[in-house]
């Protein structure tokens, strides 16, 4: 009986071994995976590893990490239009006028400059003249992309 009993233990304690030994795995598997996605700066990586790890065992991981990926590809490849550009970057001054900034439709106002030519708009908005900050402190969006927002911004009604 205590043979039995002994033999039982055993089994019980093989699986349960077993068992962290899986879950060891699975967590360093994920570690791996994890770091392997954080190249950039090891600190970083270093620094969230355990929870990131944590949140990918969790069982609405999946739901996350592709929610982050369609979110990152997004902001990569996603069109960035005059009209938004504009909306997010330039309205705040050339909405309104501030600072003497020429405003948005004001044909009278833009005629006077479209007569430097369009070059001259263009590198004013790359470069900044007066109150107008350089890119309209716009940050990852081409010179060509800017360009479109100038002969956007130029041409509106
Ligand atoms: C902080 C306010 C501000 C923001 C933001 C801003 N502008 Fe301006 N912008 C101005 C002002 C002020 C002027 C007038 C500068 C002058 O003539 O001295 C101006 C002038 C311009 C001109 C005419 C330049 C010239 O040579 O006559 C263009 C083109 C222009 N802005 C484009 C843009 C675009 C495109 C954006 C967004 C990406 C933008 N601006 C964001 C304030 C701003």
New binding site residues.
């Given amino acids: 009986m205590s043979n039995q009993n002994n033999a039982f233990k055993s089994v019980m304690y093989i699986a349960i071994l077993f068992s962290i030994l899986v879950v060891l795995v699975v967590a360093f598997a994920l570690f791996k995976g994890h770091t392997a996605t954080v190249t950039e700066d090891p600190d970083a990586a270093e620094r969230i590893r355990p929870s990131a790890a944590f949140i990918k065992m969790d069982n609405k991981a999946p739901a996350v990490a592709e929610g982050a990926a369609t979110e990152e590809s997004a902001t990569e490849t996603a069109p960035k239009d005059p009209a938004s550009?504009?909306a997010s970057?330039?309205y705040?001054?050339?909405d309104t006028g501030?600072?003497?900034?020429?405003r948005k439709g004001d044909k009278e106002a833009w005629s006077s400059?479209v007569t430097?030519g369009m070059d001259?708009?263009y590198r004013?908005?790359m470069n900044g003249?007066?109150?107008?900050?350089p890119?309209?402190?716009?940050t990852g969006i081409s010179d060509d992309e800017?360009k479109a927002?100038?002969d956007y911004?130029?041409n509106a009604d």
């Fill in positions: 550009i504009y970057a330039c705040i001054c050339h501030v600072a003497g900034a020429p400059r430097t001259a708009l004013s908005a003249k007066g109150a107008m900050p890119r309209g402190n716009t800017l927002v100038v911004l130029v």
